[in-house]
């Protein structure tokens, strides 16, 4: 699958500039919303902590609370694009994938390399505000590698949920649940060590979290992100892209002949 992504990147490249044209077309803020979208959320979610919740952080400034949660978000809201528009992605194209004007298996990455482009828009906002705060040092060189391993997982994903969309509508809403899940569990607003016993456990068992902590030591501790955490976050990413290459080969022949 790696040599076939190296072999299309062209095609890869140009449907994706054409898809975000189109993702923005009509709308009266246009491109706008990229940045309006993230600082939005951003928004809604420090009311609901900060606010309600009344959560504080001894040691943070508000500045880095903001930061804080803004670099759980940020990653956050990518995966959940990625969750929510691959189980869509093929069905919504499996015209242009019956007429061959491009390969099935582009559909899926086109939708990654979607979300990470919208990504990017929010890193930039937060080494921004990291600079501002005095945070940013050059442990955020660690970022690229970070994203890498996040696009492959993001690709895992994709190719995992796609063809399941296909053949099984409803798993949008069952995405849409699971999202909004790991959302209230992934420690975004809240430490880790606010919690104790099996709660932990829950954190733990949470794929986010390891993302969420790597991108928190790149850009707002300034330091080595944690071995156990790294390696845990290598391995994840691994395992979804086998897992979605794997499945995707299966069902390929099923989702051409799909009516």
Known sequence: MSLFLLNNYRIILATTRTEVKRRYAGSVFGKTWAILYPLLFLSMYLFLYLVVFQVRFPQFSQLEYVLYVFCGLVPYLAFMECMNFSGTCLKQN?????????????????????????????????????????????????LPLVIFFQVIAFMGIAWLISPVGILFPDINYITNLFVIFLLFISPIGYQ?????????LVVYANPIYYMLEIFRSSILYGELPSLTIFAAYVGICLILFITGCTVFSKFKDIIMDYE
């Not at 499996?94 to 990470?116: A, F, G, S, W």
């Open 192 to 200: 880790v060590d606010m919690l104790n016993g099996q709660y932990l």
């Open 94 to 142: 499996i015209e242009l994938v019956k007429n061959v004007v491009i390969p099935i298996e582009i559909i899926p990455v086109r939708t990654v390399l979607m979300t990470v482009i919208g990504e990017m828009v929010g890193i930039i906002i937060l080494v921004l505000l990291a600079a501002i705060n005095g945070s940013l040092s050059l442990h955020i060189l660690w």
